[in-house]
């Protein structure tokens, strides 16, 4: 079963041709932070026009990598919430005019239920039941899989994203957007010990997460010591990524424990993050958790992920009525 994936839920136009669910034969992103890096964060109307620009270009490359045309499609899927309600409206007006022409079947895909899926594309991917934390721009969600399809949510921030909250600090530090990788980077040569950046809600059995105390603890720094400048810079952004790190790491790693989950996958675009993947390895192979890593390209959003949604959607006979409907504000 061959697949076409779209994503536009936010500022990459994706689209990707994924082999019965497991097999990505393309995977093309279309990314807009370089419009967007000026503003210091996502204009969602310059999204959605960019998306108009984009999209055809980009389904027309995954088509060529994939060496096929439509007519070798068995099904459409794409993101159709939550995200940014304009930017999903051009990805989901695409699969239906495909789908009117092509006579091709089009499903809906939730994009946090792509995330979750995009360890399948993994060449060992984890059999459900397992527990995937979900943590990007928009969203840090931890969910219990118990089967595809069947999310139970067991965690979530109660107010910033972790992306969010690196992508802040970072425009606190001067450095551009998205912060993640620049911060990722400085670390790299910082001290993680240099500041103790708080960690909230540290309570054995609570899941949840609250990353706006710990930015505003960055912005506090900031104030009363300036903005730093060179090992300064590189020690706040190690000691402030060393905060997030342990924090998600230790409740992942309590809560597969606690509620006996013996496979841990992270996804979203802040799963693509050194210290996050370090840490967790490290403290789950001490309890033998098996955590599963998909390589950041699967990690940030991308087209494929939205296709094995699709696909295991179909397999389960979730069909819809071909006209899938944009939620913006959706959640598995
Ligand atoms: O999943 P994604 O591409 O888009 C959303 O659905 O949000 O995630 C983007 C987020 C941004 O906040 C970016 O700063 C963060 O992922 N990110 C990282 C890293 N790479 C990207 N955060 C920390 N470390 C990284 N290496
Ligand atoms: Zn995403």
Not at 207 to 213: A, C, E, V
Not at 310 to 327: K, N, S
């Amino acid at each position: 079963m061959r697949v076409l994936g779209l994503e536009t839920s936010c500022d990459e136009t994706a689209a990707a041709v994924v082999e019965d669910g497991r097999r990505a034969l393309s995977d093309v992103v279309s990314t807009q932070v370089d419009i967007h890096r000026r503003w210091g964060g996502v204009v969602p109307e310059l999204a959605s026009r960019n998306h108009v620009v984009q999209v055809l270009p980009v389904v027309d490359e995954a088509l060529r990598r994939a060496g096929c045309t439509l007519e070798d499609l068995d099904l459409i899927a794409v993101t159709r919430g939550p995200g940014l309600l304009g930017a999903l409206l051009v990805g989901v007006q695409l699969g239906k005019s495909l789908s009117a022409a092509t006579g091709l079947p089009l499903v809906g895909v939730n994009h946090l239920e792509g995330h979750l899926l995009a360890a399948r594309l993994l060449p060992t991917p984890p059999e459900p039941p397992f527990l995937a934390l979900v943590v990007s721009g928009g969203h840090t969600s931890l969910y219990a899989v118990e089967a595809y399809g069947r999310y139970r949510r067991v965690g979530s921030t109660r107010d910033d994203a972790a992306g969010e909250a690196y992508d802040k600090v970072a425009r606190l530090l001067g450095l551009p957007y998205p912060g993640g990788l620049p911060i990722d980077r400085l670390a790299q040569t910082g001290d993680p010990r240099a500041i103790r950046f708080p960690r909230a809600l540290n309570v054995p059995g609570v899941y949840d997460w609250s990353f706006s105390g710990l930015k505003t603890a960055v912005r506090n720094h900031v104030r009363s010591h300036g903005v730093p400048e060179g090992q300064a810079l590189a020690d706040l952004c190690a000691s402030f990524q060393e905060a997030v790190a342990d924090s998600l790491s230790r409740k992942v790693v309590a809560a597969a424990r606690e509620l006996h989950h013996g496979d841990v996958v992270l996804c979203g675009g802040v799963a693509a993050n050194s210290r996050l993947r370090a840490l967790t390895l490290e403290r789950a192979g001490e309890r033998d958790i098996r955590v599963h890593l998909p390589p950041p390209a699967l990690c940030t959003d991308n087209g494929a992920m939205i296709a094995v949604a699709g696909t295991e959607a179909w397999r389960r006979g979730e069909r819809g009525d071909g006209q899938p409907v944009v939620d913006a504000g959706w959640t598995p």
